[in-house]
């Protein structure tokens, strides 16, 4: 394929992954081969939606080494693994998508019992064993998995997402849409998925020596951080208000009730550990649940969510975008807890890994964050 239609595809592909929500923000990546040695893929850490020609990055297929100023997706060895061992496959996609990410936890191959999904698929989606983000023995699972599953069109990593294989964009997209609809499927038989989510209950922003918090129905209320009196009996707005006043790295607020969130901070314990990187990247080493509204702030230390005492999470950040991808981290860990827990496969990420990739992420995106 000729190079720049191949770099216009994958930005086209990456801003319709968005759009569906089978990618959100710069989780995952996109790529397509262009010769029988080189493909073009998605950058480092930078956003679909404005993506250029110019940040599609060329990569070599056996080597994976690349020209200029602009890094390639952490990930290209997982791309050039499926290259090398698929001469049909043209295009790749390595999503986060929600029901791969829950199926990734539970340490076992899905077989594809629906024929309909299982022409597009394969009999067996294999599960590549665990490596975390950007290693060589990611790249090593994925490629073990492709290799010996040859005809599976996609390949599930475990407690991470999806990789999946087409001859070309729109075939790729199919499977990464009929994979979503299969694990589902699958899920569905143990563990009853609730997909009408309960709205955000609240989120608040800092504005200098003040906050906005927004109700679920669209309301808006202003308070003073520093005055406990000017709260007007709002009783959510001390929360709000203390995590403000003890954090001032935080300047953003999602509190969220999702049915899984719910049902998760009530059967966890103590605390909810990481089944998924992302949760681990993002969210930190655990999310603990609040024993009574003076433990919230103590429970947030070194932290950036707590379960409280009704069941909500609060999920904070430097800005609104970060905290609402920690919510939706949390809120996808919490769904994965409890289906891992209704196939009993719970089986968490290691605490060495999780305060590894978690050190990791926060000084990799701080330094994105400031060019």
Known sequence: MDIMEAKLAVIEAGKKLVETGLIARTWGNVS???SDTEFV???SGRSYEDLTPDEIVTVSIEDLSYSGDVKPSSEKGVHASAY???PDCNFVIHTHQLNASVVSVMGKDMYVSNAAYARVLGDVVPLASYGMPSTKKLKKG???AIEQYSQSKAVIMSNHGAVCM??????????AQTLEDACFEHLST???????NKPICYSSIRAGSNFILKGDDGSE????????????GVAVATVHRDVYMARKDINAIVQSGTPDILGASKKCGKKLRPLLDDFAQIAGTTVRVAKNSSDIVKSLKGRNAVFMPDGTALCCGPDEDDAKAVEMVVDKNCKAYLAADAFDAVKYISRFDSVLMHTIYKLKYSKQKNK
């Open 221 to 232: 209320y202003g308070f003073l951080i520093s005055k406990r009196a000017d709260l007007n």
């Open 32 to 34: 397509c081969r262009i």
């Open 84 to 86: 090398k061992l698929r």
């Open 142 to 144: 994925v490629y073990s």
């Open 190 to 196: 143990k563990y009853d998925i609730v997909t009408d």
């Open 166 to 175: 087409g001859k070309d964009s729109e075939e790729a997209f199919f499977i």
């Open 41 to 43: 893929i998605t950058p």
